[in-house]
């Protein structure tokens, strides 16, 4: 399982980003993705996800400015990030759950700065 992320960069506060996680493989369907971030010295914490439930999860500091979204037809996950501030920099991860394996895949990360 390869996940591939890509779409961040440097922007100023207030901006946006779209991020986005694809890769292949029917397992798509049974994988519950999210999204990671970490920040330099700090552990790598939950942004936003799928449930199993079929609903959405976010941390408490992006709600309402981002949003996660995923295609199945194009094994694609995104990440809308919008209204950027400096403590949303580090490098996020794309993380697939398959849950007819119980297995985690991670994918390589994409560095996201907010300039202030």
């Known amino acids: 399982v390869q996940l591939q992320a890509s779409g961040g960069g440097l922007v100023q506060t207030g901006g946006s980003l779209r991020l986005s996680c694809t890769t292949s493989g029917t397992w798509f369907r049974f994988a519950l993705m999210g999204w990671y971030r970490q920040a330099p010295g700090k552990e790598r914490e939950l942004v936003a996800e799928f449930t199993s439930d079929g609903r959405t999860n976010y941390a408490d500091s992006v709600k309402g400015r981002f949003t996660i979204s995923r295609d199945n037809s194009k094994f694609t996950v995104g990440l809308q990030l919008n209204n950027l501030k400096p403590e949303d920099t580090g490098v996020y991860y794309c993380?697939?759950?398959?849950?007819?394996?119980?297995?985690?895949?991670w994918g390589q990360g994409t560095q996201v700065t907010v300039s202030s």
């Open positions: 993380r697939a759950f398959i849950t007819i394996t119980a297995s985690h895949y």
